[in-house]
């Protein structure tokens, strides 16, 4: 039985165990190519530093973390925490700075309420929602393209006049993506992955230019491609609860 306070369970390699069951048989085999794959970039992408190390370390519990959320699993809480630490040192590396905002908001919009509130992962396919349920679709719309554009606007600003980074433009929008995202997951608006798709792709252009500028190695761009498959497996694997309630319903 699954511990009631996942907080609790965090020294407890049981845990681990029991939240990685039950997953998709399409993110176990993603989950296992991915992570030799963040490795095999890793060594195969020039010299081993401490920051080429990170960022592999980064790579790994993160694509796990996205993997976790996308099967409904707090496994995320912990390891959230940790590779949005680890993310947060890279980026800082790289003078993306919105991108250490970014991770700041996961920790607090994803990561420590799975810790904190268990109930996060029980029964997600009665919580899963559209933004149009209940006759709201064009306000809630409305709204979440507002919070959107005022995110870009105003992170934009802050990284053009007040930092070095040589990436303002794009940094913001990728961070603002992954804003409206974070907050629809939150709130369990199925259209969340739709974000997470395009913030996926503005990342591996944002990584992308990052790497060829010189300001990091290749991990993270081939990381935020695996991001992008996970991005895939929510849409099309029927056993993901996200845009498939109903068939994981019947089943019960």
């Known amino acids: 039985m699954q511990d009631s306070r996942a907080i609790s369970s965090v020294f407890n390699p049981k845990w681990y165990i029991q939240q990685m069951k039950g997953w998709s048989t399409a993110s176990y085999g993603l989950l296992m190519f991915g992570l030799g794959f963040i490795m095999a ?3 195969s992408g ?3 530093t401490s920051i080429s190390l990170l960022t592999m370390f980064a790579g790994m519990l993160g694509f796990t973390c996205t993997i976790s959320i996308t099967n409904t699993k707090p496994l995320n809480g912990v390891f959230g925490v940790i590779s949005a630490l680890i993310y947060i040192i890279v980026a800082y590396n790289a003078k993306n ?5 970014l991770q700041t908001v996961y920790i607090i919009m994803l990561d420590i309420p799975v810790l904190l509130m268990p109930d996060w992962a029980q029964n997600v396919d009665k919580k899963v929602r ?3 349920s209940r006759g709201k679709g064009l ?3 409305v709204f979440t393209l507002l919070f959107f554009i005022v995110s870009v606007g105003l992170l934009y600003l802050w990284e053009s006049q007040m930092t070095d980074s040589p990436r303002p433009l794009i940094d913001s929008i990728a961070a603002s993506v992954g804003f409206t995202g974070a907050l629809l997951t939150t709130l369990r608006f199925k259209e ?3 974000f997470w798709f395009i913030q996926s792709i503005i990342s591996i252009v944002l990584w992308g230019i990052t790497a060829m500028q ?3 190695n290749w991990v993270l761009f081939f990381t935020y491609i695996l991001y992008l498959s996970n991005d895939l497996v929510s849409f099309f694997d029927k056993n993901i609860v996200w845009f498939h309630p109903k068939e994981l319903q019947s089943k019960n």
């Open 41 to 43: 970039a890793t060594i």
């Open 46 to 48: 020039g010299a081993i």
């Open 97 to 101: 700075y919105n991108d250490m905002l």
């Open 130 to 132: 559209g933004l149009a």
């Open 139 to 141: 306000r809630n719309w």
């Open 192 to 194: 969340s992955y739709y």
């Open 214 to 216: 010189g300001g990091s």
